[in-house]
T-cell receptor, first 116, second 114 residues
Framework: GAVVSQHPSRVICKSGTSVKIECRSL??????MFWYRQFPKKSLMLMAT?????????EQGVEKDKFLINHASLTLSTLTVTSAHPEDSSFYIC????????????FGQGTRLTVV | GESVGLHLPTLSVQEGDNSIINCAYS??????FIWYKQESGKGPQFIID?????DKRQGQRVTVLLNKTVKHLSLQIAATQPGDSAVYFC?????????????FGTGTQLKVEL
């Protein structure tokens, strides 16, 4: 199947700093990518839809200025957590659909962010 | 609000037995339902999907059943193996103004006992 690579897999940062997470589709082009957040033993919550060449679409309650999304190419979307705080610590996962339906969506391996 | 939810947070089965993981949904305006497997510290892995106009679909050792009358979805795993231990999520795909979106259920932890 298609491969979505997410980097880094783990990151620890200090409060107040920013962290960038990359999501790459390795063998296909993705005009749309999705970013999710997952708390321990909880489900995945969609944060935003990343659109190549245009602004991301954020879900209700997600701070746009806090979670900056850039989708500059057909194979790369980035999520930047700005001015990180301990409550931003979470597991962040991206996905990219290969077809017109999300049943063909492939997920990255996730990024464990710890803010200290 | 509309949601996708699971009945049981944890399911323990003996190796070799069949597993049944259930999911209830409340939004009937979806075109696909998908089951994902998530191992600890990893992203979700696609298992099987089913269109809303179907009631059953089989894969390798897995079967998904969809009952639209009661808005219920189940995943059956035959001859459960230790490698099946993971959290299983059902998800519904809906076409919205913002495109195709997946809404995940709360997840069921499957534990396979030797």
């Amino acid at each position: 199947g298609a491969v979505v690579s997410q980097h880094p897999s783990r990151v620890i940062c200090k409060s107040g700093t920013s962290v960038k997470i990359e999501c790459r589709s390795l063998d296909f082009q993705a005009t749309t990518m999705f970013w999710y957040r997952q708390f321990p033993k909880k489900s995945l919550m969609l944060m935003a839809t990343s659109n190549e060449g245009s602004k991301a679409t954020y879900e209700q309650g997600v701070e746009k200025d806090k979670f900056l999304i850039n989708h500059a190419s057909l194979t790369l979307s980035t999520l930047t957590v700005t001015s990180a705080h301990p409550e931003d610590s979470s597991f962040y996962i991206c996905s990219a659909p290969t077809g017109t339906s999300n049943t063909e969506a492939f997920f990255g391996q996730g990024t464990r962010l710890t803010v200290v | 609000g509309e949601s996708v939810g699971l009945h049981l947070p944890t399911l323990s089965v003996q190796e070799g037995d069949n597993s049944i993981i259930n999911c209830a949904y409340s939004n009937s305006a979806s075109d696909y339902f998908i089951w994902y497997k998530q191992e600890s510290g990893k992203g979700p892995q696609f298992i099987i999907d089913i269109r809303s106009n179907m009631d059953k679909r089989q894969g390798q050792r897995v079967t998904v059943l969809l009952n639209k009358t009661v808005k219920h979805l189940s995943l059956q795993i035959a001859a459960t193996q230790p490698g099946d231990s993971a959290v299983y999520f059902c998800a519904e795909n809906r076409v919205t103004g913002g495109g195709n979106k997946l809404t995940f259920g709360t997840g069921t932890q499957l534990k396979v006992e030797l």
